[in-house]
């Protein structure tokens, strides 16, 4: 693992640091929060999932976290989105569309060609990056949550049901709820699941808890003046189908907030605190 960059923020680190993952089989880089908090110990993490177009620069330079995580002695993980060419090459498929290809990962492990050599970042985010931080890192690997924005919000959901025993919490702004159903994430599960939309299901959080799947408990922020609420987002649907199965969810639609990270940072606050008072517990 190669240290990109370290500074001093809220009495705590920020860095960024790039490795070969194995999973997605090139260069990867992310970013790291310590709060002042890990200078004397294992500190617990909270994972951040960025959104369609992202990489984990977004929201280290615009989320306002720092200053929540160090109260709240907590570490922010923020990975990219997908895999990507770095300057050496590495054969990293691409696509003109925004919603597929690099930075449009999906949090999925793709099956087919040309995207399945690469573009595993359900396996990259859930198993390998822990294992990497685990080792480089003070922080209690026993104490994780989750939470993400928009593509990073529907990552989040899925990590959290596939993986009840791993995530004490788990949250969102704006999460894309159904992608087998949206306009903004058909056409990416078709390119890389294939046109069984059996084999979706897995990547899908309302399809999740239809079937049975379940997490303790979910918050969701969503602004009622977000542009692509109707196309892409539709929280109506994760909280219909939780309603029927009992599935705790608090959904919090905020008026006049869009889709950016003026909402993001709003309420950035709030979830880091909910996100501490179930990893602290």
């Not at 060419?85 to 919603?99: H, I, L, R, T």
């Not at 026993?142 to 919000?153: A, E, L, T, Y």
């Not at 639609?253 to 979830?271: E, K, L, R, V």
Request: charged share 20%.
């Amino acid at each position: 693992m190669e240290t990109v960059s370290t500074a001093r923020a809220h009495g705590g680190t920020q860095s960024v640091h790039k490795h070969h993952s194995t999973a997605c089989k090139c260069e990867m880089t992310f970013s790291i929060f310590l709060p002042p908090q890990a200078e004397g110990g294992p500190v617990p993490l909270i994972w951040y999932l960025s959104g369609l177009t992202c990489t984990h620069a977004n929201v280290m330079d615009k989320g306002e976290y720092r200053a929540h995580a160090a109260q709240h002695g907590v570490a922010i993980v923020c990975p990219d989105t997908s895999p990507r060419n770095k300057e050496s090459g590495d054969g990293v498929a691409n696509d003109e569309s925004w919603q597929l290809g690099m930075g449009a990962g999906f949090y999925v492990n793709a099956t087919q060609q040309p995207w399945a050599d690469h573009y595993q970042m359900y396996s990259y985010v859930t198993e390998e990056l822990p294992a990497l931080v685990a080792q480089h890192f003070p922080l209690d690997m026993r104490r994780q949550s989750v939470f993400g924005h928009s593509m990073g919000g529907h990552g989040a959901l899925i990590c959290a049901l596939n993986n009840p025993e791993k995530y004490r919490a788990c949250s969102a702004f704006a999460p894309i709820v159904n992608p087998s159903t949206a306009d903004w994430s058909r056409d990416a599960l078709n390119a890389y699941l294939g046109e069984d939309e059996a084999a979706w299901a897995r990547y899908d959080a309302t399809r999740l808890v239809q079937n049975g799947v379940r997490f303790d408990n979910f918050l969701i922020d969503q602004g009622d003046a977000d542009g692509f609420l109707d196309e892409g987002l539709r929280p109506w649907l994760f909280e219909e189908a939780c309603k029927k199965a009992d599935q705790r969810l608090t959904l919090r639609m905020q008026p006049g907030y869009d889709h950016s990270y003026n909402f993001i940072s709003t309420f950035m606050g709030d979830h880091i605190k909910w996100h501490a008072e179930r990893l602290k517990s």
